[in-house]
């Protein structure tokens, strides 16, 4: 590649007298967009058909399964399906910002993956400060919301909007303030400080390094729903309300970046979560080759996130929609004070313990295995009351 | 109470403004004068030993010399039921209102309005509720003929079978 | 806050709007997301079935009735049968009300299940609409089988029904009812008791007693707020009284008695209490013929009635004028959702969009009853 460019630059291709660093920079930038189109937009798409499989299985359906295997090729006729149609731009909207709009969007939760550590060396750019990257970068999702509701010229998208910006911008700050326990426990913003910080083995997880940090988790996790408009906080876009909130006037592939980004940016939610409570790409050395070991973290990574993309997928099978009042009461009422709560407390806890606290990690981690284990009981105790046979295999 | 013994305790205070009480229907109905209306019906659901709190219906019937509006009272409280009658003029059906005692009167009083054409004096919002604003005619009135358009839109097709029916009649 | 002018925005909800339950239309005059005011339009679906009947006769108008309530079309046919039998004076044999009893009171659970299962999606939760409906489907299986038909039955005459249950039919509907009473309790579990569900619908839009009698309120809404009145038992009509039920009642357990959660739980409580009846009355069921003798051109006296059904929707009242000749002078038909329908511009003050949407689905309102 570097010979390549470099043939180019002798040939004259970019003018007399070029400085080779800019060329550089501009093919490797654009080497990376092209990798991030080619591997976030076809995982946000899989993730839809992943979304509407379980789905239907919680609603005793089938789900898409004729396009391929399983249906799993779904994703790709619907997106062709999309871009066929046609675009539709109404005669009253505000068309520049009308276009504009989803590119905003789009981009909101493209730019995140530049900072993803999906391994100890698979990461595009370790910023010094990812982990503010990361939680201020798809705040612009707002703005293009905000734009699409307003730009539609339509009451019902415009409520949507304005939904959407206050629900987004309340609960940054419980999201914001859940990240800063781990922060002053590492002492780093980077993604790869606190990743490295933590062990592959739970107990090391900051999850349970102590009661605060995991008050902290489930917060970050909650406002994550809150801020992609995932149920039980998909108010914005709340269809029995108001139509399709700020989408109602999209068509085309318009209304497929919308809906790519809102599944994209569940991933993205699960992965801080994941780097700065699960441990990571944490893998045990059991390898030497370190291309494997990154393949292992690799997997470890994914498999922990896609985890938590289930939980989201399960919680919007099952829980009904929150009103306005109550998601702004949630937010401001517990998410923000429990926060500052929080963040003492861990800052308290690190003067007395600055190297963590064995005991307490251990607890946590029985407490959190005592929690899964209840659950599972009463996951198995009600499968068996249930009546199996209305539900469908799951390979149909 | 039987609804007999309630139109004799009307006829008893109200004495002839109660035009009529029949008992030759299935359910026996009374007649009562359309002036006398507000003031039966306020009778009838402040009286303690009749109460009647609901009106469960009100509709009207063309009976094509007079209009007959018909209200089914109902008392949840004693559990019994009693049906009033007033007999309109066809041409210029007019009635007090009763919304002001019962509220369910509102919307079944502009249904009567806007299929029977029967004017309530004194509703708060007399407007046409089932059909288009702009309809001219009361479809419920048995010389009620279908317009053959309305705004363009055809209603009647010409065929070999409406032309059959046409010479019929 | 005097000093911040808002404007007051005016929004148009339907004739179509995911939520609004057929073709209904609201004009909401909203201050942000409160409503001051959601002003009811219908008549989108007026048909002006009670001009048919004076066209169609008493037997031809049966296949009508079905529309004026799709979703629970049984009771609409037995309200006509009721009303044509009650001017002719004829009789139905026994067989044949235990059959009238059965097909409504399963047709009661398939609209009750369709209301529960629409709070859920008009709340934001899918998963219980598609249970209902799956549950829904299988009722709608055995009716088909009892009449052919899935949701305009046409299966009533007047003087009994037009079909006697099939061969086999009676263990398949005990075998359902087996089958439907864990899947309530299922039901409940993953939604009725969600904590989100009970604080969308608890102290929302309520209803109390007087209001609800002034408004002409009638069955499950009007029960919910605590009135205890329903025409099967108070106005014993078919064979009711043979059956041992109970009428649940409102209890404002969540929050006030006569508010939306309250509505939503007299569905499915009715729901236990259909399925008690439909068990007496399939395990009772005596043998003979299912349909009287009728005269098939008859004409009743100049006379006029009234008759009172307990639909789903609650006491439908049939009032039919007739003249001496074989085709009705009058028909009206007094529906739930036409008396509910009124009542929401005044419980729409003062609520958030949200919950006019939780409103309308917790009166469970169906546009062709209220237009006809």
Redesign the interface.
């Known amino acids: 590649m570097q010979a390549w460019l470099d043939s180019l630059i002798a040939r004259g291709a970019f003018g007399p007298h070029p400085s080779p660093d800019l060329i550089y920079g501009a093919a490797i930038a654009i080497a990376c967009a092209l990798v991030l189109f080619l591997v976030a937009v076809p995982f946000a798409s899989i993730v839809t058909w992943v979304e509407r499989r379980v ?1 239907a299985r ?4 089938i789900g898409p399964n004729r396009v391929g295997p399983n249906g799993f090729l779904q994703w790709l006729a619907d997106g062709f399906k999309h871009i066929c149609k046609e675009d539709v731009v109404p005669a009253e909207a505000d068309a520049p910002l009308f276009r504009l709009a989803p590119y905003l969007v789009v981009l909101a939760f493209i730019l995140p993956w530049a900072v993803m550590p999906f391994a100890s060396s698979l990461i595009l750019a370790d910023l010094n400060i990812g982990i503010l990257y990361i939680t201020a970068v798809p705040a612009l999702t707002v703005i293009g919301i905000l734009m699409a509701g307003w730009a539609s010229n339509n ?2 998208s415009l ?1 949507g909007g304005i ?1 959407s910006a206050a629900q987004i911008i309340s609960y940054e700050i419980p999201a914001g303030l859940a990240i800063f326990p781990v922060v002053l426990m590492t002492g780093t913003l980077s993604m790869q400080g606190i990743i490295r910080a933590q062990g592959w083995a739970p107990d090391r997880w900051f999850l349970f390094a102590n009661p605060f940090c995991f008050v902290a988790a489930v917060i970050l996790f909650i406002s994550g729903l809150a801020e992609n408009n995932r ?2 906080f ?2 914005p876009e ?6 399709a909130g700020f989408a109602t006037e999209y068509s085309s592939m318009r209304y497929l970046f919308f809906f790519m980004a809102e599944w994209g940016n569940m991933f993205i939610a699960a992965a801080i979560v994941v780097t700065l409570f699960l441990g990571g790409w944490q893998f045990p050395a059991i390898v030497q080759s370190p291309r494997l070991m990154n393949l292992l973290q690799l997997a470890t990574f994914m498999l922990k996130c896609l985890f938590l993309v289930f939980v989201s997928m399960w919680i919007r ?10 998601m702004m009461s949630l937010c401001w009422k517990y998410f923000v004070p429990i926060s500052f709560i929080n963040l003492l407390g861990t800052a308290v806890w690190v003067a007395i313990f600055p190297d963590g606290n064995r005991f307490t990690q251990w607890l946590m981690l029985s407490f959190g295995v005592a929690v899964v284990l209840l659950f599972l009981a009463r996951v198995v105790a ?1 499968t068996r ?3 199996m046979e ?1 539900y469908f295999h799951p390979t149909i | 109470m039987e609804p007999l013994s309630i139109y004799q305790a009307l006829s008893s205070r109200f004495k002839e403004r109660i035009l009529e009480i029949s008992d030759k229907t299935i359910d026996p109905f009374a007649v009562i004068e359309p002036t006398a209306l507000l003031d039966v019906c306020t009778f009838l659901r402040d009286d303690p030993e009749l109460a009647m709190d609901c009106l469960s219906n009100q509709t009207g019937v063309d009976y094509k010399d007079r209009i007959e509006v018909v209200y089914h009272l109902f008392s949840y409280k004693h559990r019994h039921s009693c049906i009033l009658k007033v007999k309109l003029p066809r041409d210029n059906p007019v009635v007090a209102t009763v919304e002001g005692l019962w509220r369910s009167a509102n919307w079944m009083e502009r249904e009567i309005f806007d299929l029977l054409g029967v004017t309530f004096q004194g509703h708060s919002d007399l407007r046409r509720i089932l059909m288009p604003e702009d309809w001219e005619g009361y479809p419920l009135r048995k010389d009620f003929v279908e317009p053959r358009e309305y705004h363009g839109i055809a209603t009647v097709r010409e065929s070999p079978i409406v032309r059959l029916d046409q010479k019929k009649k | 806050m005097s000093a911040f002018h808002t404007e007051e925005m005016t929004l148009n909800m339907g004739p179509q709007h995911p939520s609004t339950h057929g073709v209904l239309r609201f004009v909401i005059k909203a201050d942000g997301e409160v409503m001051r005011e959601a002003i009811p339009d219908v008549g989108y679906l007026h048909r002006s079935i009670e001009k048919i009947a004076e066209k169609v006769g008493y037997h031809g108008f049966m296949p009508y009735t079905d529309r004026v309530d799709y979703v629970c079309a049984m009771f609409t046919n037995q309200g006509w049968a009721m009303a044509c039998e009650k001017l002719a004076h004829i009789e139905v044999p026994r067989r044949g009300e235990y059959c009238r009893v059965i097909a409504a009171e399963f047709n009661r659970i398939a609209s009750h299940l369709l209301t529960v299962g629409l709070m859920g999606m008009d709340i934001g939760a899918m998963t219980p609409f598609l249970h209902a409906l799956r549950e829904r489907e299988m009722i709608n299986d055995l009716i088909e089988e009892l009449c052919g038909a899935r949701l305009t039955f046409n299966y009533m005459r007047i003087g009994g029904v037009a079909w006697d249950l099939p061969p086999g039919w009676r263990d398949k509907a005990l075998a359902y009812l087996d089958h439907l009473e864990p899947i309530l309790d299922e039901f409940n579990a993953l939604f009725s008791y969600n904590k989100i569900c009970i604080q969308r619908l608890a102290n929302v839009a309520v209803i109390s007693a007087d209001e609800a009698i002034n408004y002409n309120l009638v069955g499950p809404n009007l029960r919910a707020s605590g009135v205890n009145w329903d025409v099967r038992k108070d106005l014993p009509y078919s064979v009711y009284p043979e059956f041992d039920f109970e009428v649940p009642l409102g209890r404002g357990e969540w929050g006030t008695v006569g508010d939306a959660m309250d509505r939503y739980m007299m569905r499915i409580r009715e729901m236990v209490q259909s399925a008690r009846i439909l068990r007496q009355a399939l395990t009772q069921i005596p043998d003979g013929p299912v349909l009287g003798k009728v005269v098939r051109n008859f004409k009743p006296a100049a006379n006029e009635c009234q008759v009172r059904v307990e639909s789903a929707r609650g006491d439908q009242g049939w009032y039919v004028v007739s003249d001496g000749t074989g085709f009705p002078h009058r028909v009206h038909v007094r529906t739930g959702s036409f008396a509910a329908m009124g009542m929401i511009q005044k419980l729409s003050k003062g609520l958030m969009i949200a919950d006019l949407v939780v409103l309308i689905a917790s009166l469970d309102v169906i546009a062709p009853e209220i237009d006809r």
């Open positions: 789905w919680i609603q005793s359906r009451k019902w409520i939904r149920t039980p998909d108010l709340a269809e029995s309300e108001l139509v099978g099952t829980l009904p929609r929150v009103r306005i009042d109550q009600f009351r249930a009546r209305l």
